[in-house]
């Protein structure tokens, strides 16, 4: 199987409308891939606060349409990575979008874990309640979103489910690096699957990002990861893998809680 994660530089001064026809050329240009991924909030920066309000679309928006057709141009999986979505109920959520290759919308995902404690997305975004997975012909997606990425019930949950490859889209900040690659690395694994993490390059409102995506295999073993920079990490990874490697040391039979 072969990924793409297109590490998206977010610059503040060229427009949404302009980033969304330059990534969705990035992602026509992956046409051969199975699997392709942006990072989160890439239209705004997912520390541009500010702009939530002022930027958030209806699911069936603009980056929906655009991404749609990019996805069937490219006749690929597309995890479209997360908008700011208004529901018609004027509440503002982090929404993940996954297109199938025909440009169908496969599945979409609220983020459940919002982060900033007492300040920004944490107060700006309401919460999701749903766990999200994704059948594609060679494996099945949990989806899942930055922050959530430190707390491993969720991930536990989408096992459960049949995830056999976690996908997270991230807007991670730089001071906090290490964080990333430690958590991508423990969710592989504890719960012994693909890690495909897709983070942002940039600086989103004076905040530095990280970026370094990264793929990780389920014995924890990093099989690619990116530079600093906008860049394109491209992988290709066997998804029988990962019945192989619970067969081989099936530590997930001995759950007690």
């Known amino acids: ?39 989160e909030l890439w239209t ?12 958030a679309e209806p699911l069936e928006g603009p980056t929906y349409e655009v991404m749609a057709k990019a996805a069937s141009d490219a006749g690929v999986w597309l995890h479209a990575g997360s908008v700011p979505e208004r529901a018609p109920d004027g509440t503002l959520y982090n929404t993940s979008l996954f297109f199938s290759p025909s440009g ?14 007492d300040k920004g ?19 099945t997606v949990g989806v899942a979103t930055c922050y959530d990425l430190r707390f491993p019930e969720l991930f536990r949950g989408l096992v459960d489910a049949g995830a056999e490859t976690l996908v997270i889209p991230a807007g991670w900040p730089e001071r906090r690096r290490a964080h990333w ?19 942002t ?29 906008e860049e394109i990490l491209t992988v290709e990874f066997d998804p029988g893998k990962v019945s192989v490697t619970r067969e081989q040391f099936p530590a997930l039979k001995d759950r007690v809680l």
């Open 121 to 139: 997305e944490a107060v700006l975004m309401g919460r999701g309640e749903d766990l999200v997975t994704v059948r594609l012909p060679e494996t």
């Open 1 to 39: 199987m072969r990924a793409s994660l297109i590490q998206i530089a977010v610059d503040e001064d060229e427009s949404v409308e302009s980033r969304r026809r330059r990534v969705a050329s990035l992602v026509r240009d992956q046409a051969g891939a199975d699997l392709v991924v942006l990072p």
């Open 44 to 55: 705004t920066g997912a520390f541009a606060f500010e702009e939530f309000g002022n930027e």
């Open 181 to 199: 690659t430690l958590l991508a690395k423990a969710r592989a694994v504890e719960n012994q699957a693909f890690v495909l993490a897709c983070g």
């Open 104 to 117: 169908e919308l496969a599945a979409s995902y609220r983020k459940i874990h919002r982060f900033g404690f």
């Open 201 to 229: 390059a940039g600086t989103h409102a004076r905040v530095p990002q990280a970026g370094h995506s990264i793929v990780v295999d389920p014995w924890g073993e990093v099989l690619a990861e990116a530079g600093a920079g």
